[in-house]
């Protein structure tokens, strides 16, 4: 027996008013809940939600973690730059740990520079925010060391 035979139907009309990409969404749902699948608090989710937004909000549900809205960026880099980018972030790979994502790699050279430029200006507000993500980025046993280090030193 298939598993669309044991869920609640839902109308092909409202499938098609919320399109393909939330109803392949609503299917990981449907598949994990089987038979207590409540189709009605979905279906109005996905009709009320941005595509991006419902997403997160299945794999939120699917998983019980939030992830964070994510974006691709695209800019040109030319072959002459690209040892140099590699470099980098593979160093910041190896410093933050392998289980980082090249994304989150940039964003802490990106934090590092911003709080060599900001401690030089002067713009103490960059800087802390740009300290504060750092720090949110390293297992908690080092942000506690770090916070110990941070006292003995005030």
């Not at 996905?46 to 994510?70: C, I, N, Q, S």
């Not at 593979?90 to 994502?101: C, F, I, Q, V």
Request: aromatic letters at 8%.
């Amino acid at each position: 027996m298939a598993i669309h035979e044991h869920l609640p139907p839902i109308r092909k009309r409202e499938l098609e008013q919320i399109g393909w990409t939330k109803a392949r969404e609503l299917a990981k749902v449907a598949r994990r809940d089987r038979q207590a699948f409540e189709s009605a608090p979905w279906v109005h989710k996905a009709h009320t939600m941005p595509r991006e937004e419902f997403k997160r909000e299945v794999d939120r549900y699917l998983t019980g973690k939030d992830t964070e809205a994510w974006e691709i960026l695209y800019f040109k880099a030319y072959k002459s730059q690209l040892p140099v980018i590699e470099q980098a972030l593979e160093t910041a790979g190896l410093m933050l740990g392998s289980d980082k994502s090249r994304g989150y790699c940039l964003e802490m050279i990106c934090a590092d520079f911003l709080a060599g430029v900001s401690s030089e200006v002067g713009n103490q507000d960059v800087l802390l925010r740009s300290l504060t993500r750092l720090a949110l980025g390293l297992p908690k046993d080092q942000v506690m060391d770090l916070i110990r280090s941070i006292q003995v030193g005030i």
